[in-house]
């Protein structure tokens, strides 16, 4: 039998289901919209709902210390904001290269830690060290924990629902091959094109898109776009609502993502998007939503609606209901990392 390899990323919503959820050690008594074995989780400790939200670490040096500790940190915020909690508390595991020098790490840290104090998270553990078997961009995880009362969870998702996103599809896609390859998208289409495609990059967060938001009734699961894209996060989404989803024919797109996407073969709705927030919420709030996104400068748009479950993960075009295939793997990782050792520029 030949040895097949798993894909990347994430093991799949349905080994989750069927294999982490029923084995989470000891049982408690858990709050409403807890859905065990998933990257968050949300608890009752002292009269307060907690939140904790883990995620990897992706630290890519060639981005430049500042922007990959900034990319780092707003990957993880940005799943951690769209609990609706407030962010208070950072526990953080560093599994650095053994070539990371003291000052390199001490570079590192004190990026990080000024991120944390600029949106008031506190770090009350970490661990660091250096291992021969590790290596960038993927250098270990961190876990928010958040506090507050009002939350939200795919659980309070509702058929009929509407969905909006913000951004667009392959945002982070976009940001990440645009700077860390740009001689080789500048060969194609030109500096001037660079120029503004990377602006892309400050895309990449959804907190200010989280805290435009979080305030307004009728919202009741957001959730930050990252593998697979905007529409396998909204499949995701509805996965875990019990619910099918029927999408609208396209997504708006941010400058540059439509050409990058195609010059690296890669399909932008399926492709890594994490600063594209998924909002799920009830009709009357659409309105609402989209214009304080807009007030902030922040694109919005509703793209369809979460319908009975069984009915299937589709996209209406021209009339036509059209099954939504979600692929095995995001293929952004892939491209990636091939165009990284081919050495492109």
Request: hydrophobic share 40%.
């Amino acid at each position: 039998m030949p040895n097949m390899m798993s894909p990347q990323g994430k093991v799949s919503s349905r080994f989750l289901k069927t294999v982490v959820s029923p084995n989470c050690g000891y049982a408690f008594d858990a709050v409403p919209g807890h859905i065990s074995g998933r990257s968050t989780g949300f608890v009752e400790i002292g009269g307060k709902k907690v939140s904790t939200v883990t995620k990897p670490l992706f630290f890519l040096p060639d981005l430049g210390l500042e922007n990959a500790s900034w990319f780092a940190m707003h990957y993880l915020f940005s799943a951690a904001a769209s609990t609706g909690l407030e962010m208070k508390y950072l526990t953080i595991t560093l599994n650095l290269p053994r070539t990371c020098t003291d000052t390199l790490i001490e570079s590192i840290w004190k990026t990080i830690s000024a991120i944390c104090a600029e949106y008031k998270v506190a770090i009350i553990s970490s661990r660091i060290e250096r291992n021969e078997t590790c290596a960038f961009p993927w250098v270990g995880s961190a876990t928010v924990i958040c506090e507050g009362d009002r939350y939200f969870s795919p659980a309070f998702v509702k058929e009929e629902d509407s969905i909006i996103v913000t951004k667009g599809p392959a945002v982070s896609a976009t940001a990440l091959l645009t700077a860390m390859f740009p001689v080789t998208i500048a060969e194609k289409y030109g500096q001037e094109f660079v120029h503004k495609a990377i602006d892309v990059f400050n895309d990449a967060s959804a907190v200010e898109d989280v805290e435009t938001v979080k305030n307004i009734d009728g919202i009741h699961a957001m959730l930050n776009a990252a593998d697979l894209g905007v529409s396998g996060s909204i499949i995701e989404l509805a996965e875990n609502a019990g619910l099918g989803v029927a999408l609208d024919d396209s997504y708006d797109m941010e400058y540059g993502v439509s050409d990058i996407c195609k010059l690296f073969g890669l399909d932008p709705d399926f492709s890594f998007s994490s600063g594209s927030l998924i909002i799920a919420c009830s009709s009357d709030a659409v309105e609402n939503i989209i214009s304080a996104l807009s007030a902030k400068d922040i694109s919005a748009k509703r793209v369809g609606k979460f319908i009975k479950e069984g009915s299937g993960y589709l996209k209406v075009r021209f009339g036509i209901e059209i099954p939504l295939l979600r692929p095995r793997e995001d293929l952004f990782w892939k491209v990636f990392n091939d165009s990284y050792k081919k050495g492109l520029k």
